[in-house]
């Protein structure tokens, strides 16, 4: 099993940068595909970037290709994700995500941390 940890939400203005990170614990991490996934008021959550249990893959979605950027490291057990060029349609709860694949979740998710995008 993996337990998951988020931090590192908050408000910010638009073109502003906020870096998430995600706590992971359990034996599996380091062969665990990470993600992030994000859920904004009325809307179904969705996928944001995810790399591969090697650190070689990373994906992400078209609306934040070239201003997110996913890693992990692997000594510190931690995932993750610098976001630049924020925009207010960002805004949303992010959550950390393990197990997944082709852009759909895994099993085990953390609590979750608010991002906002004020104009």
């Known amino acids: 099993q993996v337990q998951l940890v988020e931090s590192g939400g908050g408000l910010v203005q638009a073109g502003g940068s906020l870096r998430l990170s995600c706590a992971a614990s359990?034996?599996?991490?380091?062969?665990?595909?990470m993600g992030w996934f994000r859920q904004a008021p009325g809307k179904e959550r969705e996928f944001v970037a995810a790399v591969g249990w090697s650190g070689l893959s990373v994906y992400y979605a078209d609306s934040v290709k070239g201003r997110f950027t996913i890693s992990r490291d692997y000594a510190k057990n931690m995932v993750y994700l610098q976001m630049n060029s924020l925009k207010p349609d960002d805004t949303a709860v992010y959550y950390c995500?393990?197990?997944?694949?082709?852009?759909?979740?895994?099993?085990?998710w953390g609590q979750g941390t608010q991002v906002t995008v004020s104009s």
């Open positions: 359990g034996r599996t991490f380091s062969t665990s595909a």
């Open positions: 995500n393990a197990g997944g694949s082709s852009g759909r979740p895994g099993n085990y």
